[in-house]
């Protein structure tokens, strides 16, 4: 299994420029989130998703979109990118189960707006 | 929503000391508190947790105590390793998680642990 992956690793982005982030889970998990990592400021929550078809806001969603298309699967896009989005961003996913809380990480993409 | 405080921000330790790192939580309603560890250029990963029906948790050398009364939650590591030496995280559930049926956690601001061999 290779768990949670995210494409691509690296990007350096123009001030205006668009560009989509894809995460992917093969352990068949209901629930995945986006991530932005900044120093000093730990890891903020842009937006989740629930299922299939199914998405929503979370502490920092602005300047953010997002589409859960298929279960696997969880896109982030930067409609226009600023200098303020550049972080490392981080995909996760976790069971629906009350059994198990646990986030499953993944190796993150860091993006530079210039 | 929930704001999590966690300290310190950098802690240095000799191998085989101990280690503590704590974080407070503003919302009374959460009710998990997961700890994660994060390596350089990797993803956080959970390496122990706990629920708000537990005082403490132990896992080998690592430990988490929980303050309900007192909304506030530590990290124990003992017989620190240089493999130790990382940033580390605690979190709270978002009172919300239930209702929306999402997982969510709100994230301390991380500890950098360097354990010096």
């Known amino acids: 299994n290779a768990g949670v992956t995210q494409t691509p690793k690296f990007r350096v982005l123009k001030t205006g420029q668009s560009m989509t982030l894809l995460c992917a889970q093969d352990?068949?998990?209901?629930?995945m989130y986006w991530y932005r990592q900044d120093p000093g400021m730990g890891l903020r929550l842009i937006h989740y998703?629930?299922?299939?078809?199914?998405?929503a806001k979370g502490e920092v969603p602005d300047g953010y979109n997002v589409s859960r298309l298929k279960k696997q699967n969880f896109l982030l896009g930067l409609e226009s990118a600023a200098p303020s989005q550049t972080s490392v961003y981080f995909c996760?996913?976790?069971?629906?189960?009350?059994?198990?809380?646990?986030?499953?990480f993944g190796p993150g993409t860091r993006l530079t707006v210039t | 929503g929930e704001n999590v405080e966690q300290h310190p921000s950098t802690l240095s330790v000799q191998e085989g000391d101990s280690a503590v790192i704590k974080c407070t939580y503003s919302?009374?309603?959460?009710?998990?508190f997961p700890w994660y560890k994060q390596e350089l250029g990797k993803g956080p990963q959970l390496i122990i947790d706990?629920?708000?029906?537990?005082g403490e948790k132990k896992d080998q050398r690592i430990a988490v105590t929980l303050n309900k009364t007192a909304k506030h939650f530590s990290l124990h590591i003992t017989e620190t390793q240089p493999e130790d030496s990382a940033v580390y995280f605690c979190?709270?559930?978002?009172?919300?998680?239930?209702?929306?049926?999402?997982?969510?956690?709100?994230f301390g601001t991380g500890t950098r642990l360097t354990v010096i061999p």
């Open positions: 919302d009374s309603a959460s009710n998990y």
């Open positions: 706990i629920r708000s029906n537990v």
């Open positions: 979190a709270a559930r978002d009172r919300y998680s239930d209702q929306t049926g999402a997982n969510n956690l709100f």
């Open positions: 352990m068949n998990h209901e629930y």
């Open positions: 996760a996913s976790s069971y629906s189960s009350a059994l198990s809380y646990e986030q499953y």
């Open positions: 998703s629930v299922g299939e078809g199914t998405t």
